[in-house]
């Protein structure tokens, strides 16, 4: 049991949705006022005391109202908040936001992400889809001098990566022609987990006269297949977090937390696996995190598994509000992802 009879719990979710709507502390008369039954303001300090023993709120000062506690955030999101739906014209507006003119699948995800920040006045995070599963999609080698070269890489889920580099000698048609031959029966279809200097020296050795001019460019692939596997974290409207007065102070030790993406990208990878998780106050394992919450959001790429859409802002965000944007720019995103990247 939690505890909560359910005069509490509208008392509760009275002074949540107050402090999310005004971030002031919520005082007694102001409960009375938004309560749907018969209370006296004694009868509403007491609970609100009450409450704030079992800790769900806080009083910052003695004369103080109240606020949530992480605790009484949580109850609130699990428990007694109204999902909102969105309107048509709100669908059309993120619809409307989100484009694949470029046809590049990490673009995409870059528009969406600044799509969030914008909806939302947080900062935007994205993930590129799981990288250990992704096959080698498509592979092609542009020649921009004699010797240099413009390789770039596209997965099956959806990563695009390029890399300009030198080749050894001086590349001819039959030179591409030959190189693609060799993408072509090695390398579509495998996950790019397997490709490894130590395979390309394994390939390079059945390719005779061939291995001179075509083991730098392999070893160029090896390289970007590499990135793949180890791709970084994204995040776009860091600065909206200087405009929430909750964070006072400590807005700066945030953003330098924030700028190192890898530990950013422990706390996402380690959140649970749920299609969509808010991680509230310290439920992030970081100190610089305890005054902020998470949202995130799984997208799909037809029908397997991609990676995450999020925002992160301070405590006090509307969840209720934001929620329902989160899931649907995520369904947008997995459907123009799947679309882009279908076989068909």
Do not use: W
Request: with cysteine.
């Amino acid at each position: 049991m939690d505890g909560l009879d359910g005069r509490k719990q509208k008392i509760l979710a009275a002074v949540v949705e107050q402090y999310i709507a005004h971030g002031e502390p919520v005082g007694s008369k102001v409960i009375c006022g938004l309560l749907d039954m018969a209370v006296s303001s004694a009868t509403v300090r007491n609970e609100l005391s009450e409450l704030s023993e079992m800790g769900y709120l806080e009083q910052p000062h003695t004369s103080a109202g109240r606020v949530p506690s992480q605790k009484g955030y949580r109850y609130y999101v699990d428990r007694l908040m109204s999902r909102r739906r969105l309107s048509d014209a709100e669908r059309q507006k993120i619809a409307g936001m989100l484009t694949l003119d470029s046809g590049d699948p990490e673009k995409l995800l870059e528009v969406a992400s600044s799509a969030l920040a914008h909806l939302t006045n947080c900062a935007a995070i994205s993930t590129l889809p799981s990288d250990e599963s992704a096959l080698i999609r498509k592979v092609e080698l542009i020649c921009v001098g004699k010797r240099t070269v413009m390789i770039i890489l596209l997965t099956s889920t959806g990563i695009l990566k390029s890399r300009a580099g030198k080749a050894d000698s001086d590349l001819n048609e039959d030179a591409l022609a030959s190189f693609h031959q060799i993408i072509k029966h090695h390398f579509l279809n495998l996950p790019v987990a397997d490709v490894s200097i130590a395979m390309i020296q394994t390939l390079a050795a059945s390719l005779g006269e061939k291995a001179f001019a075509m083991t730098p460019l392999l070893v160029m692939l090896a390289e970007l297949c590499r990135e793949v596997v180890s791709s970084d974290i994204k995040l776009e409207g860091q600065n909206n977090l200087l405009t929430h007065h909750e964070y006072e102070g400590s807005v700066f030790d945030l953003l330098r937390f924030l700028a190192s993406r890898e530990q950013l990208r422990r706390i996402v990878d380690s959140s649970e696996n749920k299609p969509l998780h808010i991680v509230i106050g310290s439920e992030n394992s970081a100190p610089q995190m305890a005054g902020s919450s998470m949202i995130l959001a799984k997208y799909d790429i037809d029908g397997r598994e991609g990676g995450r859409l999020g925002i992160l802002g301070p405590t006090r965000i509307d969840y209720g509000r934001m929620m329902p944007h989160m899931e649907y720019l995520t369904e947008t995103v997995s459907r123009l992802l799947s679309e882009l990247l279908s076989d068909d």
